[in-house]
């Protein structure tokens, strides 16, 4: 007899090889999932086990706790079992967020895609509405100069307008301003 039939036969379990087989396919589904994925948390498969595997384990000893307080036990047993429920649901949400998580990060990356493809097509109709009368697209640009009162006056000394001509009162145009 083999320690594991041993073991199986201690605790009164079945042996079963099939579970190994479903979780290994299970996890190459998820390592070609994850290869795919731009945004990965390196361990996300190892803490979803560990933490599933923490809430199987303690569940069922909730399970013998609940039996025991139920036939009458101590009083510290009643604080262990909440405490270990307490623990279960701190598991399975902190199970929750890792999901929560992953799901962010599929999110965020389909939509960059969704943003690439909406900025290629934005530039692929400007394009097309540019070429259609085989003209090509105008750019302006506006250029615009602030000048403090001394730099304003050292340019116009320095465009050197030497127009000496006075003009007399009588070149003046006349304005009615009645």
Known sequence: MSINETLA???DIELSEQQV???SSRINEIKTGIAEQKYT???KEYIRAELQSL???NRSVLET???QCKLGAPPRMYEVFATLSNTVSTNLMSLAKLDQTITDYQVKESD???RKEAIAERKNALISKANNGNVPALTQINNTYNFTSNEMLNMLKSLD??????TA????PKFDLR
């Open 9 to 11: 036969n201690t605790f």
């Open 21 to 23: 087989e479903d979780t």
């Open 41 to 43: 948390l390196e361990d």
């Open 55 to 57: 809430i199987e384990i």
């Open 65 to 67: 706790l609940s039996e």
């Open 112 to 114: 960059e895609n969704l």
């Open 161 to 166: 307008l030497k127009n000496e001509e006075v």
């Open 169 to 172: 009162e009588e070149d003046l």
